[in-house]
């Protein structure tokens, strides 16, 4: 034996294995539900996936195989392609076992999104689908994925739990999207979130919201939305009698969403429970989201963390809270730091309810944004209050001080009459008075009060707060007007949507129709822009830089003049800029500056809304009018 080599005898294999793991060669772990591959095959579609497979030379994948029978089928991050999602659907399309379909990470497009769409809308026992992550938003096809996916949401009865989160899908897709959630009778829970909805899109989704009867739980986090869009949507809240959980995280509501929020609390009671963490609310949103949490009678978890409120807003918020008919469990306010004087508000509420908190620390000073001061009384203000209180005459009142009857005193024999009348003045208080009336009638003489000197006075203090309530009540008139017009914001109607699919090689038509329709509504309702803001002037000057991506999109026409406009060497104000474009002829040295509107993209990030917003406060149109002479 020892010159001879070791011969290894066959190794017979029992055909029952190959039978057993027929094609069964991919390189992955069996699934730990192997014992269904003993199932019969009815009403599974092993079969006809088997030998699809077989047919377009393809790999069986042992997970899927395995899936088929189960109630299951969890494919993630599988890079399917074309073949491999036609052979699936195939199988599916005989299924009835399979609940939940799971292809979450699978760079499906807008033909696979089709493909999908066409299977669901047969196979009626699928109840759960998520498609999270797919590149649905990817225009691939003639025929977008959003309108695919449209037609499954009116046509499908099965499916109670949609998940469309991470496919990039625009305003335009939008449009598509909220069709179906308009006419969706069965869809209980829709994810949408980490899309590209922005403030157009955001239109689209409230209004339909504002229709559907069916959708329980929803989430639009990480959607850009913000202004308008961010109205549309909590005035959805105003008409819809479904919705119970919301998600509205990670997007831009700012002041004019958190109004509006405001407004739908008061009178919204089937809501119960809210996400707007990260969200630019201020201590000023905080204010009508408190307000509206007075009256509310269903919201039980609000979540209003990573948001700049202050601890003005905080202590609001927690004042809403406590009204007898606000019933909130649960308020997360991570982030956010407090006063020792919320603490102690929130261990009253404590008392009274159940209620639990979080909140991002104890602070021992007010924040200076959104301190409220109190108004400082003038001096000469307590004055006029003692002459009221007292019942009588500034005549009257010298008359009391001077005992001599010559209408004329020293100062500081005026300050100590003053002092013993107890009108509340402090020392540097009387000096302040003295100092106003010396100003009242510097005719006088020095270092003496006499009776003018304090009708003067009295008169301008007088004059002086009447000034301010007119101005004050000026004030309160413009920002009454500017939210009623963010609430009564017009929204694009959705009547001309019966239909999710399109004719092939219309698409790029259709998107640039849509678009044109969303910049029509949105820069006709735009409010005008103010000419200073708390900053100063809103001018601003475009620099010269070759390198950067020019904004080729103005509303004013010509986008290759602007294009040479922005590559000049010379530096260009915001005003000569609009000319320059409707006039190409005009040069630089010769164009001269003057109002124009802003773009609609063009907006002031401010931490003191409602000025930094795109809807601006209206203008007075009390102004004087220039008289012009006419010369003969």
Known sequence: MAGYPYVVPPISIPDSLFEEAEYDTDLEEADQNDHQSSSPDSGTGRKSYR???????????????NNLSGSSMIIRNRSLGVKDVQVLITALKKNTRIECLDLEGNRLEGEGAARISKMLLENKFITHLSLANTSLGKVSSDVPASASISDVMKHNNGITCLNLSGNDFTEVDAKFIASGIEATEHITDLDLSHNNFHEEGAQYIGRALAENRSIEKMNLSWNHIRRRGAVSICRALHRNKVLTHLDLSWNGFGYEGALMLGQVLKRNRYLKELNISNNRITWQGALFIANGLKINESLETLKIGLNPLTTTGCLDL???????????????????????????????????????????????????????IGKRMEPMQKVINYIKRMDIRPLELFRGFDKAAIFEMG?????????????????????????????????????????????????????????????ARRKAKKLKQYHHKIITTTEPSL???????????????????VAGQIQAVTVS???????????????????????????????????????????????????TLPKLLVYPDVTLAQSVEYPSPQPASMSVISMSMPLGSGLAPPVSKNRRKKRHLHVP
Do not use: W
Not at 319 to 348: H, N, Q, R, Y
Not at 533 to 542: D, N, V, Y
């Open 411 to 471: 100062n500081e024999a005026f300050k100590n009459r003053l002092k013993r009348a107890d009108m509340g003045l402090h020392q540097h208080e009387l000096d302040e008075v003295i100092e106003l009336l010396e100003n009242a009638d510097k005719g006088k003489r020095e270092g003496y009060v006499n009776f003018p000197q304090l009708t003067h006075g009295v008169k301008n203090q007088i004059d002086k707060e009447r000034q301010e309530k007119i101005v």
């Open 495 to 513: 009547q001309d949507v019966k239909s999710a699919t399109l004719n092939p090689g219309t698409v790029e038509a259709h998107r640039g129709n």
């Open 51 to 65: 030998k699809l497979c077989e047919k377009v030379q393809l790999i069986p994948q042992t997970a899927i195989v």
């Open 318 to 372: 927690l004042e809403g809270i406590s009204s007898e008919c606000c019933v909130l469990k649960t308020l997360d306010m991570t982030g956010v730091p407090v006063l020792a004087e919320f603490e102690l508000m929130a261990k009253a509420v404590q008392k009274s309810r159940d209620f639990t908190y979080v909140h991002g620390g104890v602070v021992s000073h007010h924040d200076k944004l959104g301190e409220r």
């Open 525 to 575: 309702s735009l409010g005008r822009t103010p000419r200073k803001t708390q900053f100063g002037s809103p001018t601003r000057t475009l620099h010269n830089s070759r390198n950067a991506r020019p904004f080729v999109t103005s509303p004013y026409g010509n986008s290759d003049h602007l294009l040479n406009v922005m590559n000049s060497s010379k530096l260009i104000s915001h005003r």
